[in-house]
């Protein structure tokens, strides 16, 4: 069994291991009471944020990329989109593969940097996502597994932000430690790591151009305020009866216990990690386990819905299949590892 299949099975068992601790001893009557009472007109300024909050991403990577190439955001808004809608669709998150497969091909972008460039985006996803919920802990004390995950979180950024430290301006040093462990390494292990190690600080090279890391840090407040903002619009939506700072504090604790789980393998478009971090978190605030589902159900199918169609009406327009895509995708992959 090869590795994306190993990751497909796994992902397929977490997600069924997710769904039944998210639904067990559920009250389905209760489920279906949650979903009439839902003012559904707050699925439009939801949806409009979700899109706004994508098309943010795409001008993101245009300053991510811009010490390297200008690309327009009208040329990286359909690759971006048809990566997630992979993601959505295909196990072992090949959307991924196919960003940095489509980036090269559309603009020559090697695949290295086109690497770099998606890992820079998750390291700033994961720092924006730790401020905003310092931010709701200053305002909404967090207790209990809330304040365990703030601790977590801020140890774990902690310590990515001194290795990024170190990279951007401890370069030279940095790559000689690492040389010192990756030698102890089978040869073929640590230079596939080597590779990966020096792609990844190419892409910090962009930090190195103060106007654009001041851009990438304001574009990734706004991008992600924009997704918190969409959870806030369909709680309202719901009713969950809680104070405006409790809905505020909730709105983004589920963003972040959303993102945090759906890091964890499973099966194509997060299905199950969805749904049992949204109940776990709203729990938090004291939001009745129903309720919690029904909202996670209906917020996952919003985005889902929404950017799937639009990548495969992307695909569709660029002439492409998803079969197709995926194996070129792979392929490209297989090279780029064979020659290093």
């Known amino acids: ?84 809608t992979m993601n959505n669709l295909l ?18 972008i090697s695949k290295s940097l086109g690497l770099a460039t ?25 207790t209990g597994l809330a304040q365990e995950m703030e601790y977590i979180f801020l140890a774990g950024f902690g310590g990515v932000l001194v290795a990024l430290l170190l990279m951007l301006y401890r370069e030279a040093w940095t790559l000689r430690m690492a040389d010192f462990v990756l030698r102890r390494l089978p040869q073929t292990v640590g230079d596939r790591l080597r590779g990966m190690l020096n792609a990844f600080i190419l892409g910090l090279h962009t930090f190195r151009n103060r106007s654009a890391l001041l851009a990438v840090i304001g574009i990734s ?46 099966a194509p478009g997060y299905v199950g990690t969805f749904q049992f971090f949204t109940v776990a978190a709203l729990a938090t605030f004291a939001v009745p386990r129903e309720t919690a589902l029904s909202f996670s159900i209906l917020s996952h199918a919003l985005q889902y819905l929404l950017i799937t169609s639009l990548g495969l009406f992307f695909l569709w327009r660029a002439n492409l299949s998803l079969t197709s895509l995926e194996t070129e995708a792979q392929t490209s992959e297989s090279a780029t590892m064979n020659a290093e």
């Not at 820079?120 to 004390?141: H, K, Q």
């Not at 991008?223 to 505020?248: R, S």
């Open 1 to 84: 069994m090869n590795k994306r299949r190993l990751t497909a099975v796994v992902g397929l068992i977490l997600t069924i291991v997710f769904l039944y601790l998210a639904v067990r001893n559920m009250e389905w009557a209760a489920v279906r009471d949650a979903f009439r009472q839902v003012n559904y007109l707050y699925l439009l300024p939801a949806a409009a944020l979700v899109f706004t909050d994508y098309v943010l991403r795409s001008w993101r990577w245009h300053y991510i990329l811009r010490p390297t190439r200008s690309i327009p955001v009208r040329v990286l808004w359909p690759i971006l989109v048809i990566g997630f």
């Open 91 to 108: 196990p072992a998150r090949i959307g991924e593969l196919a960003r940095i497969y489509l980036l090269e091909k559309a603009e020559g």
């Open 118 to 142: 998606l890992i820079v985006e998750r390291v700033f996803d994961g720092f924006t996502l730790l401020f905003l919920l310092a931010v709701v802990s200053l305002i909404f004390p967090l």
């Open 221 to 266: 407040l706004v991008t992600w305020t924009c997704e918190a903002a969409g959870y806030w619009v369909l709680m309202l939506g719901f009713n969950l009866h809680l104070t405006p700072t409790a809905l505020f504090g909730a709105a983004i604790f589920t963003l972040v216990m959303i993102n945090l789980g759906i890091l964890i393998p499973s």
